[in-house]
């Protein structure tokens, strides 16, 4: 692969990851949690959680690894090069990357069948919003870090208008 390829290919995995989590998260939120609530029975439900959260688990384990390395890389080769010394640019990537982190904590916690997430995994339905609305807020603080124009390259002056 060449290396004019391995932005692009970092920046693919990045959003299609963001497509499988957010999506994933959304679909078993609004869709499948309440209609498993509302036709099984106490004792299904809880089995087909289980059986849902082992295979949902990898994927987002997945998702984080993957996130993390194409996130990463997008930030330190291309991003901040481009955007040294835009104060604005990088406080809203440290919030964009604080909040994260918070979804991937939550994330990593409702889909693990361990002891120390039993209690966040019994208000799973607060929990999952939770994670879908601060995730929605990483990707609208995303879309917003595009269109802040890469700062002006030292020793290049821009033309101003003379009175």
């Given at each position: 692969?060449?290396?004019?390829m391995?932005?692009?290919?970092?920046?693919?995995i990045?959003?299609l990851s963001?497509?499988v989590?957010l999506?994933?998260?959304i679909?078993?939120?609004f869709?499948?949690?309440p209609?498993?609530?509302?036709?099984?029975?106490?004792?299904t439900?809880?089995?087909?959680?289980?059986a849902?959260t082992?295979r949902?688990?990898?994927?987002?384990?997945?998702?984080?690894?993957?996130?993390?390395?194409?996130?990463?890389?997008?930030?330190?080769?291309?991003?901040r090069?481009i955007?040294?010394g835009?104060?604005i640019?990088?406080?809203?990537?440290g919030?964009?990357f604080?909040l994260?982190l918070?979804v991937?904590a939550?994330a990593v916690?409702?889909?693990s069948?361990?002891?120390?997430?039993?209690?966040?995994?019994?208000?799973?339905?607060f929990?999952m919003?939770?994670?879908v609305?601060?995730?929605?807020?990483?990707?609208?603080?995303?879309?917003?870090?595009?269109?802040?124009p890469?700062?002006?390259?030292?020793?290049?002056?821009?033309?101003t208008?003379?009175?």
């Open positions: 692969m060449s290396i004019a391995l932005p692009l290919v970092m920046r693919w990045h959003i963001a497509i989590a999506g994933g998260a679909f078993i939120r869709v499948m949690m209609s498993a609530q509302q036709v099984l029975d106490d004792e439900h809880a089995k087909l959680r289980a849902i082992r949902w688990m990898k994927f987002v384990h997945t998702c984080i690894l993957l996130f993390l390395v194409s996130g990463f890389y997008n930030y330190l080769v291309v991003l090069p955007h040294d835009q104060a640019y990088h406080a809203l990537f919030i964009k604080l994260a918070v991937f939550l916690a409702l889909t069948l361990k002891p120390w997430s039993e209690k966040l995994r019994a208000n799973a339905k929990w919003m939770l994670l609305v601060l995730a929605v807020i990483v990707v609208g603080i995303s879309g917003a870090l595009k269109f802040i890469p700062a002006p390259l030292p020793g290049i002056q821009v033309a208008e003379q009175k």
